[in-house]
C-alpha cells in the first residue's frame, strides 16, 4: 500500500513567519500534487510537479520535488492569515490514481 | 456546469439504512473520481472511472459500496445497509482524462452522518 506521510500534522504561527510542510512517502511517483482546502470546499489545486529536483513558486509558496521522486516540501515566506487551512500533497500512481497524503492543517495567526 | 456538483450536500441517515450520493461533474470531463475523507485527514480513494466503466475500484472498503455512471457523466455512489463507521465526507472529483500530472476539480463534498 502506498502512503504519503505529512509532517507536521498541526502548526500555528504567528503572521509574517516562514514554515515548511513535509510529504514522504517510499514508493516512486510519477508527479506530485499539493492542494489547499478550507472547511466546507473541496480541495484546490495549488501546483503540479513532474521532474525530481523540480523547484516551483507560486508567489510566497515554494514548492520542490525530491530527486528520487519520493518526497516533497512546501515552504511558505512571511506566512499570512489567509494561508490557514489544510494543505494536501497528492502523488500520481501510474496514469490516473491520486494517492493523498495524511494532511497538515496550518493556523496562521494575526 | 462550471464546477462540480454533489448533493446532497448533508445527508443524515439512520443505521442500517440505503444512500445515494449524486456527482455531477464538469462537462466534458472523461475521468471521475470518488474519495472518502474523515476529519482532518486526506482523501481516501474509492474509485475511478474512465467514461462509464470502472476503471479502478480497488478503493471501495466493501460490497455495501457501490458506484455508476451509465451515460459517462453524472455518477451515483450507493452505500447499503450504512453503519456509523461510514460517516464521512464523500468527495468527487473530476479531470479531463485521467493521465498523471493532470488536473483534478473537486466537488465540495457530501457529508454524511450516520446516526
Known amino acids: 500500500t502506498q502512503l504519503l506521510e505529512q509532517s507536521p500534522q498541526f502548526l500555528s504561527i504567528q503572521e509574517g513567519e516562514n514554515l515548511t510542510v513535509y510529504c514522504n512517502s517510499s514508493?516512486?511517483?510519477?508527479?506530485l500534487q499539493w492542494y489547499r482546502q478550507e472547511p466546507g470546499e473541496g480541495p484546490v489545486l495549488l501546483v503540479t510537479?513532474?521532474?525530481?529536483?523540480e523547484v516551483k513558486k507560486l508567489k510566497r509558496l515554494t514548492f520542490q520535488f525530491g530527486d528520487a521522486r519520493k518526497d516533497s516540501s512546501l515552504h511558505i515566506t512571511a506566512a499570512q492569515p489567509g494561508d490557514t487551512g489544510l494543505y494536501l500533497c497528492?502523488?500520481?500512481?501510474?496514469?490516473?490514481?491520486?494517492?493523498f497524503g495524511t494532511g497538515t492543517r496550518l493556523k496562521v495567526l494575526a | 456546469g462550471a464546477g462540480v456538483s454533489q448533493t446532497p450536500s448533508n445527508k443524515v441517515t439512520e443505521k442500517g439504512k440505503y444512500v445515494e450520493l449524486r456527482c455531477d461533474p464538469i462537462?466534458?470531463?472523461?475521468?471521475l473520481y470518488w474519495y472518502r475523507q474523515s476529519l482532518g485527514q486526506g482523501p481516501e480513494f474509492l474509485i475511478y472511472?474512465?467514461?462509464?466503466?470502472?476503471?479502478?475500484d480497488s478503493g471501495l472498503p466493501n460490497d455495501r459500496f457501490f458506484a455508476v455512471r451509465p451515460e459517462g457523466s453524472v455518477s451515483t455512489l450507493k452505500i447499503q445497509r450504512t453503519e456509523r463507521g461510514d460517516s464521512a465526507v464523500y468527495l468527487c472529483?473530476?479531470?479531463?482524462?485521467?493521465?498523471?500530472?493532470?488536473?483534478?476539480?473537486f466537488g465540495a463534498g457530501s457529508r454524511l452522518t450516520v446516526l
Open positions: 514508493s516512486v511517483f510519477s508527479s
Open positions: 472511472f474512465q467514461g462509464t466503466g470502472a476503471a479502478d
Open positions: 497528492a502523488g500520481a500512481s501510474g496514469t490516473y490514481k491520486y494517492i
Open positions: 510537479v513532474v521532474t525530481g529536483g
Open positions: 462537462s466534458g470531463h472523461t475521468a
Open positions: 472529483a473530476s479531470s479531463i482524462r485521467g493521465a498523471g500530472a493532470n488536473v483534478l476539480t
